[in-house]
């Protein structure tokens, strides 16, 4: 897995920064502009096509900078990033037109990315999960997610209309391809992220040591009761005495510690694998 951090002047130069790094670690770029990248995924072993975009758009009086994200099932050029065979999007990532400090970890088949607005933090994925399932029970087990579905706010906002993905959020903040061929929304009340004592998170300290345990995070539909598999490389982690950006290193492997946006409470925090 590759890793890499560091300050973009602004929104449209950190989608630059992130074709470059996609580019570098097995993704192909399909189509590129100042203010758009569609992106060919090759998987682990080289011989899949995972196809995922980001639109990047603006409103100066307004305020917001923000990306939007797309997947697919595969590409065809010339076409609108939402009108690509089997499409999703209205997906968000808030963002603003002034430096960015940002963090990437990606694999072939998936991006994770972090960006620091200010004092908040904006979480996107693009790529594969980890399935409970074989490759012909579950052929595209694609995520495309971040922080909210409303196009025309920016980072600042509160409330549940700006909240990573990865946690119990009750809006749509990304969508998954599920087994049948068809994107299910991430909420609360379809598929949600969930560990498996998400529910004692709040009163979960860190150990007597100062150690952390980690949870992976597992995507669960909720209507089925049926968990389609795992975010590769995102933790959830007790935010007591932790804070956003501390590095958690467990069997040899760091992890940094984000909260989700603006949230930090106790259970508002994830680690994410950096090695």
Known sequence: MAYTSGTAANYKELLSTLA?????????????SADKLYLRGEGSAGVDEIYCGISAFENTVSGYYNWELFGAWTYRAGR???????????????????????????????IIMVAKIGTVYQTM????????????????????AGCGSVWNQNYSVTGDNNRSFWSDSTVTCG???????????????????????????ASILSGLDGTYMLEQKFLTDNNQSTTYGAIDGLFLVSGHNNS????????????????????????????????
């Open 175 to 201: 969508k998954l391809s599920t087994p049948g061929g068809y994107w299910q929304n991430v909420n609360a009340s379809t598929i949600k992220a969930v560990s498996a004592s998400t529910e004692l998170r």
């Open 80 to 110: 609108a990033f939402n009108v690509m065979p089997r499409s999703a999007n209205g997906v968000y990532v808030y963002l603003w037109n002034s430096p960015i400090t940002y963090w990437m970890v990606a694999t072939p088949r998936r």
């Open 244 to 275: 956003s950006e501390n590095i958690v290193s467990y069997g040899g492997i760091n992890y940094m510690v984000f909260q989700d946006v603006y949230r930090v409470g106790v259970g508002d925090y994830c680690a994410l694998r950096m090695n």
């Open 20 to 32: 470059t790094f996609a580019a570098a670690n097995g993704w192909a770029i399909m189509e590129q």
């Open 125 to 144: 994925h693009l790529g594969g999960i980890d399935p409970i399932g074989t490759e012909a029970q579950y052929p595209y087990p694609l995520l495309i």
